[in-house]
């Protein structure tokens, strides 16, 4: 019963879809609406893949270890290559239907997504899965080795999603992968995407925040950790982070042109990589 209320509820499907929502109206001033109740959606395969990415998006936040979390003991919570391979997931199945369509326009913008968002989410999970891997150890010396990889995740959060710069080339259709579609399932899976997106930016939180202690802080991650925190200012700082991130990426895709495919390439390794390292070798070598 806990492992199905983790599911669908919390932290699963329920707040998947919340942080969505809350994500699209930050982030791009929308809201979803009655659109994506409409069921034409459930008609193409563009509108299955959506669906089945939210799905296992919310699976994928059910095993992060969040406070309060109602099945904390379950072996795979907080397993890194778990999460990655939910994640990876998520984003790769929505692909499908761009790689299929006849329409070149929409084969290439599927073709720069993958190949961007593979990258971007390459820097994600270095910087994301080393908080989970090492554990939380908080202190005024580790602090430094954090920031960097927070900041690493951040810088590589827009391309593993593919919005601003590295969304998708406007020059060539405004539409992107979704040419084509309805109404209903473009905005469906323009939906799915920012979700995603929304989830990555949560699960970037936890991973480097301190073990929640308390109930719901998975024993293993207790064991590691040195510094803990309060469930509830667990909640209050990822919802702070959270909002604050979504508002600065809107700045950013808001005020910086699309990137070609070499340079959105070339920033990423060339920023957001040697963070992340830094990071991780900071906290591995100086600190553990």
Do not use: K
Not at 225 to 245: K, N, R
């Amino acid at each position: 019963m806990n492992i199905l209320l983790a599911l669908l509820i919390y932290p699963g499907l329920a707040l998947v879809l919340a942080l969505g929502v809350a994500f699209t109206w930050l982030f791009a001033r929308q809201v979803p609406a009655a659109t994506l109740l409409n069921s034409a959606p459930l008609r193409s395969l563009a509108g299955l893949a959506a669906l089945a990415s939210l799905v296992l998006t919310g699976v994928g936040m059910a095993i992060l270890p969040w406070p309060y979390h109602p099945t904390s003991t379950w072996v795979i919570i907080g397993n890194p290559a778990v999460l990655w391979a939910l994640f990876e997931g998520a984003f790769l199945l929505p692909l499908l239907p761009g790689f299929l369509s006849p329409q070149p326009l929409v084969a290439r913008a599927a073709a720069r997504e993958a190949q961007i968002g593979a990258a971007g989410r390459c820097l994600f999970w270095l910087a994301a899965g080393s908080g989970l891997w090492l554990g939380a150890r908080w202190s005024l010396l580790s602090i430094p080795g954090y920031i960097l990889l927070l900041l690493a995740g951040l810088l590589a959060l827009p391309a593993a999603m593919g919005q601003g710069p590295y969304g998708p080339e406007l020059s060539l259709s405004q539409a992107g992968a979704e040419e084509g579609l309805d109404v209903p399932t473009s905005t469906l899976v323009r939906f799915a995407r920012l979700t995603r997106g929304a989830a990555l930016l949560a699960t970037l939180a936890v991973a480097l925040l301190p073990a929640f202690s308390g109930a719901g802080t998975p024993p293993a991650l207790q064991q590691r950790a040195t510094t803990q925190i309060a469930p509830w200012a667990g909640l209050a700082i990822i919802a702070g982070l959270f909002v604050a991130a979504a508002l600065v990426l809107r700045q950013v895709s808001e005020l910086l042109p699309r990137f070609t495919l070499l340079g959105a390439l070339r920033t990423l390794w060339r920023i957001a990589l040697p963070l992340a390292v830094a990071g991780l070798i900071y906290l591995v070598v100086i600190v553990r």
